[in-house]
Structures are given as structure tokens and as C-alpha cells.
């Protein structure tokens, strides 16, 4: 079964066609095609080892596609573009690292800059700036490791949030992270679709995706539905998608 659902637009901000990622023999992902448009919050649901973080870090151009292609405004890409921004799961970074939170934040502006350079004092300013806006100002000089997963979360964001670009791509962004952090992230992803930013994230909380998705990609490999939450939340979606867990059907967002 897959259900479908698309939102007219002149011109996707970006799209997958035919997107297939093999791992020798292993499919990773099968024929995925969709389209994003500007100022929508989309979220990628599925079980464990469904596809959700292939396809963000194909789109991130950090994972090169088997098959199929990814355009970004009409043009095909296969490396990271500045107008995408990428924040991979907290589970992959190294948090014995000595840095600071504010070392952390400052790694937004790696793309601008040189690595052999200072960093300017406006980019230091900038840097507090979205250590503010997330909270997190007040621990800029406390070691990155020595904080809590909401609060390691909020400086990834930080750091997201100077990199700029136009399409924002989050691994698990609610996993692990306490309930002030993910109304702050909800927030955050409501004023940035204000602003005609388009945001991805991965999640394995059918509930927290029905509140804050104005459409839903149900991935087991391959595209099983897409579409806004009251469309694509049905009961035979989501046995197609999760096999035989048991599944509970949640509210999808008031419109």
C-alpha cells in the first residue's frame, strides 16, 4: 500500500528521484522519490534500520547515492551545499573532546573561514548570540562532555543555527533530551518555517511527529507513505510500515 500526498509549488526546493543506497549486498534504501518545498516542517518516520538517517545524510551530501539523484533548486548535487544544514545524531560525536560549548557553537562558521585563522571577534559575538537564543550562553566556557543530552542538543542547534542555509537536516533531533529542550526545538522549527526554511528530522515518536510535521515520510527502505499526519497516520499505513508491532494511531496536528 502507499499513500500519497504533495503541496503545489512552482519549484521544489529540493528533490529526491529514484534515490537507492547499497551497502554491498544490503539495500539501505530502495527507489525514494519526494520533493521539499520552502517553510515546511517535515518528519521521517520509521523503525530502526528503516532508511531515515541514509536519507539525511544523502541529502547532507555526506553519502553518496547507489542510485538516483538529489536536486537542490532544480540543480543536481552529490556533495554538502552550503544551503543545507546538517545536525547527525549526539551519539556520534566525541564527547570526551576537550572543547568548550563555545568552541562547539564557533564550528558554524568553519565554512566561511579559514582553519588557520582566528576566528574575528564579530564571529565570537555571533557565536553567543545563537548560544542565547537556545539557552546555553550562560555555560559557553563549561566542556562539551559535561553536559546533559537536552543541553548538548541546544549547542549542536547553536552551531546550526550560525551555519545558516536553507534546508535543515536533524538526526534524532527529540531522542535522549528533555522536555524544555524539545518545546525549544519545536519553537525554533515553527520560527524557521516562518522564515521559509525548510526543516527534516528523523524520529522514531509517531506522536511528536503527528504535533509539529505539516507532512510525514513513512520510510521501511522504501517510501511507504507521504503526506500531511490526518492523511497518512492510518492504521494499514503504519502496519505496512512497522510490520507487527503494535501500533497506537496518534492525534495529527490541528490545521
Known sequence: MSTTSSISRAQPLLELSGLSVHFERRSAIEEITASFGSGEIVS??????????????????????????????????????????????RAGADWSFPVSVLDVAMMGHMRTRSRWRPFPVADRQSARAALRQVGMDHLRDAQIGALSGGQQQRVFLARALLQGGDVLLLDEPFGGVDVPTQDLLLELFSQFRADGKTILFATHDLAQAARSSDRIMLLNRRLIAFGPPKDVLTEAVLRETFGGQAILIPAGRDS
Open 44 to 89: 521521517l518516520v520509521g523503525p530502526n534500520g528503516a532508511g531515515k538517517s541514509t536519507v539525511l545524510r544523502v541529502l547532507a551530501g555526506t553519502l553518496p547515492a547507489s542510485h538516483g539523484v538529489v536536486r537542490l533548486r532544480g540543480v543536481p548535487i552529490c556533495r554538502p551545499d552550503p544551503s543545507v544544514t546538517y545536525v547527525p545524531q
